[in-house]
């Protein structure tokens, strides 16, 4: 059967991280709206200079443009068999979108539940090794209240999909407790 699971949890939980190596163990295309978007950005093109300062920021860019490019994504022939969404949707209006697009979209939510003063510990240090431009003190705070208000009501939305999975503790052992989580769902 299609997998198509969406990855949420606040921003620095390690999303990215975990949706690589889940995306590998179960053959599904990875896709990420924040990897789209910046990659878009270091091409310059109109859609990443769009997006450049609302993304510089800790703000959600607008529905409207992540939505399209999700669609384009999801149409292409390597998500006909399933998909680990990471990033999108990111709010209501984003996942009645999906809803309206793709019939039974998300089959399973993974909710990495990661405590608030870690996601800052791990921003910021990926703030030295990257310099990824919404890792910074101002960009965290504001993407920590976007995910408490817009994102952490999908929880509600998705409901009984829901698995919580612990996000703290080491990448492997994070790793593992999702497929486990996976495997019995
Ligand atoms: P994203 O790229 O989705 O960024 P994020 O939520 O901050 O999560 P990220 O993937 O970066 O962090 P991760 O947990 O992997 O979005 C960026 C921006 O794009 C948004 O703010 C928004 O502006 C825009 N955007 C994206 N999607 C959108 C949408 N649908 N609608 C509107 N706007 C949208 O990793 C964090 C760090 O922790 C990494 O350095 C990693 O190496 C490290 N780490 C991971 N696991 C760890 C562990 N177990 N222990 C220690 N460190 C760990």
Same mark, same amino acid.
């Given at each position: 059967?299609?997998?198509?699971?969406?990855?949420?949890?606040?921003?620095?939980?390690?999303?990215?991280?975990?949706?690589?190596?889940?995306?590998?163990?179960?053959?599904?295309?990875?896709?990420?709206?924040?990897?789209?978007? *910046?990659?878009?950005?270091?091409? !310059?093109?109109?859609?990443? +200079?769009?997006? /450049?300062?609302?993304?510089?920021?800790?703000?959600?860019?607008?529905?409207?443009?992540?939505? $399209?490019?999700?669609?384009? *994504?999801?149409?292409?022939?390597?998500?006909?068999?399933? &998909?680990?969404?990471? !990033?999108?949707?990111?709010?209501?209006?984003?996942?009645?979108?999906?809803?309206?697009?793709?019939?039974?979209?998300?089959?399973?939510?993974?909710?990495?539940?990661?405590?608030? /003063?870690?996601?800052?510990?791990?921003?910021?240090?990926?703030?030295?090794?990257?310099?990824?431009?919404?890792?910074?003190?101002?960009?965290?705070?504001?993407?920590?209240?976007? &995910?408490?208000?817009?994102?952490?009501?999908?929880?509600?939305? &998705?409901?009984?999909?829901?698995? /919580?999975?612990?996000?703290?503790?080491?990448?492997? $052992?994070?790793?593992?407790?999702?497929?486990?989580?996976?495997? +019995?769902?």
């Amino acid at each position: 059967m299609a997998r198509r699971i969406l990855l949420l949890g606040p921003p620095g939980a390690g999303k990215g991280t975990q949706a690589t190596l889940i995306a590998s163990a179960l053959h599904v295309p990875h896709i990420s709206t924040g990897a789209m978007l *910046r990659a878009a950005v270091a091409a !310059g093109t109109r859609l990443g +200079k769009q997006a /450049e300062s609302v993304m510089a920021s800790g703000e959600l860019v607008s529905d409207e443009l992540v939505v $399209a490019i999700v669609d384009e *994504r999801l149409s292409q022939d390597d998500a006909r068999c399933g &998909y680990l969404l990471d !990033g999108f949707p990111r709010n209501v209006a984003q996942a009645e979108a999906l809803n309206d697009s793709v019939v039974d979209a998300i089959g399973t939510v993974v909710l990495l539940n990661v405590d608030t /003063e870690e996601v800052i510990v791990r921003m910021m240090r990926r703030a030295e090794e990257e310099g990824r431009s919404d890792d910074n003190e101002e960009a965290i705070r504001r993407r920590l209240e976007v &995910y408490s208000g817009e994102t952490t009501p999908l929880v509600t939305f &998705y409901d009984s999909a829901v698995l /919580e999975v612990d996000g703290m503790g080491s990448v492997e $052992a994070i790793f593992s407790r999702i497929m486990i989580a996976l495997a +019995k769902s």
